[in-house]
């Protein structure tokens, strides 16, 4: 890129950080410490702000970023990122937000203890809780150690390194001054930016192609090198029979997974019911479904603009696509509307980034502090001490996040966030469904499904193509592979349904009537709610 890239790219950047740790400023001299202000921001926001916030927390650089590089390289095949994104919104407000809103108060953990035994149910969500965070996390610094290669011409890794831990710097000053309350309204911010940006980007796309998607189609298979199969299932999933049940298990990792993510999770706490709850999932699916809906005309573009060639050599992983397409699209490299173009959509996908990281760091930081601090205590914590650990705890999860991000810094952030869905899905949506529906669950079964879902996620990960074994791995050097799928939701998933059935039936302990009736009708009320 040229010098005019970077110094107008770095301006934008340096104005969304002024504004973002303005607003942190604001809200720490207005806050009082309390875990409720810490946590959820004093449950003040309206359905339509939670519902941008969701939003924000959800259009993250793996759907800006990764999936449109994806497409880009793949065609049809990374069309299943952006399906599977929005589907499982439907999973989300049809079975959790409601009903989590209402048996909750800050977190995931808060929701399974209703009923059982606090203390190793706390430990074994927490956990599940704070690693699922901190694999989410690596993907957006990966996409942030991306974007800063491609601004500052792809050649220098200690530029990549400072940015990650630069990243990481922000988003444990977002969280530890600003809590909740400051958390939301970047991520409202950014969902405004993010949506605007993308907008212009589809519209500049379809008026190159004079509004025929066919041709852009078309357009993007010839430029391809692979034809018509660059639109037919297959480029990338298809072929043997490991490929297919790739495809089968990254699908059941997006579709289940959302439901289980600690960060979304937490967002439904911050309004005042639970039908304020139910309304902002339906101000988020709006916007989150336009949103994968442009995804795809930006994948596309790219590939028939820049071409899958140029993608590729930018960034492997396809990370770049769309800074590079509207780079094109601005007029090219040479031209002052490419500069501007590029270096607003650089600003974007940056403020998407620390806007994410803020809020997975919140939830895990809650997670450290409400649940294993809470828990490990042999008397209850203090509200404020409680705030107090949980702002220690946001500078621990930074320093690994930042640790995992540079180690995977050539992995697509798209994929990277394939595998944070599948460890959700694994073990933290087979609990909550269980607390939520099942009359006979047990303690033993909730910290069952938590491990056996959770452990054996992990276990396959480092098992499988993705840390060693071919060129593209983690550890290239190293074969420990053993496990053909990249994903490991189409064993892990199930493992985590049976290891809850299977702890709950040899439980000797005595299902609870009275605390299910509670719960059950406190889940479908809102009677009791905090």
Not at 9 to 26: C, D, R
Not at 450 to 467: H, N
């Amino acid at each position: 890129m040229t010098g005019n890239h970077q110094t107008l790219a770095l301006l934008l950047f340096s104005v969304f950080v002024a504004i973002t740790l303005g607003i942190t400023t604001w809200v720490s001299r207005h806050r009082h410490g309390s875990a409720e202000e810490f946590y959820a921001g004093g449950r003040l926001f309206s359905p339509m702000e939670n519902g941008f916030a969701i939003a924000g927390d959800y259009m993250s650089a793996a759907s800006f970023l990764g999936i449109s590089g994806l497409i880009a390289l793949f065609g049809y095949d990374g069309l299943l990122y952006s399906v599977g994104f929005l589907v499982a919104w439907l999973v989300v407000l049809f079975l959790v937000a409601e009903l989590v809103r209402n048996c909750g108060r800050f977190t995931l953990a808060d929701v399974v203890a209703a009923r059982m035994s606090e203390r190793p149910v706390r430990i074994a969500a927490g956990t599940s809780s704070v690693t699922v965070s901190v694999l989410y996390l690596v993907a957006q610094m990966v996409g942030a150690g991306s974007l800063v290669a491609l601004l500052l011409g792809g050649t220098s890794e200690a530029a990549q390194t400072w940015t990650v831990i630069g990243v990481g710097a922000l988003m444990v000053v977002y969280v530890s001054f600003g809590g909740m309350r400051a958390t939301t309204w970047i991520q409202i911010v950014k969902a405004v930016l993010l949506m605007g940006g993308a907008i212009a980007l589809t519209v500049l796309v379809l008026v190159r192609f004079h509004g025929d998607f066919d041709q852009l189609l078309r357009t993007a298979a010839e430029r391809s090198g692979h034809g018509k199969s660059f639109l037919a299932p297959g480029l990338k999933y298809g072929g043997d029979w490991t490929a297919r049940l790739d495809f089968i298990s990254l699908g059941l990792a997006l579709v289940l997974g959302t439901a289980g993510l600690p960060h979304i999770l937490s967002r439904f706490y911050t309004v005042p019911t639970a039908r304020a709850a139910r309304r902002s999932v339906v101000w988020s699916i709006g916007l989150i479904g336009g949103f994968y809906l442009m995804t795809i005309v930006l994948g596309f573009g790219a590939a028939a603009i820049v071409g899958p060639d140029a993608v590729r050599g930018s960034n492997a992983a396809g990370n770049t696509a769309v800074p590079l397409l509207a780079l094109d699209l601005g007029g090219g490299a040479s031209s002052t509307g490419g500069t501007v173009l590029f270096a607003i959509v650089a600003a974007i996908a940056f403020a998407t980034i620390l806007a994410v990281v803020a809020g997975i760091t919140l939830a895990s930081s809650a997670s450290v502090a409400h649940d294993l601090y809470a828990s490990l205590r042999r008397r209850r914590a203090k509200p404020r001490g409680e705030v107090a650990v949980a702002r220690v705890a946001a500078v621990g999860v930074g320093v690994v996040a930042i640790g995992l991000g540079l180690l995977a810094r050539d992995l697509n952030v798209a994929f990277l966030v394939g595998l944070a869905f599948a460890v959700a899905a694994s073990a933290n949506l087979p609990v909550l469904l269980y607390s939520l529906f099942w009359r006979n669950f047990t303690t033993r079964g909730a910290v069952w499904s938590v491990y056996g879902g959770l452990v054996p996620a992990l276990v396959l990960v480092v098992l499988s193509p993705v840390v060693s074994g071919r060129p593209g791995s983690l550890f290239p050097g190293v074969d420990l592979q053993c496990f053909p799928l990249d994903n490991p939701g189409l064993v892990s998933i199930p493992m985590g349904f049976l290891a809850g059935w299977l702890g709950t039936v040899t439980s000797t302990e005595a299902p609870d009537e009275a605390r299910h009736a509670e719960t059950e009708v406190r889940a479908l009320t809102g009677a009791g709610a905090v």
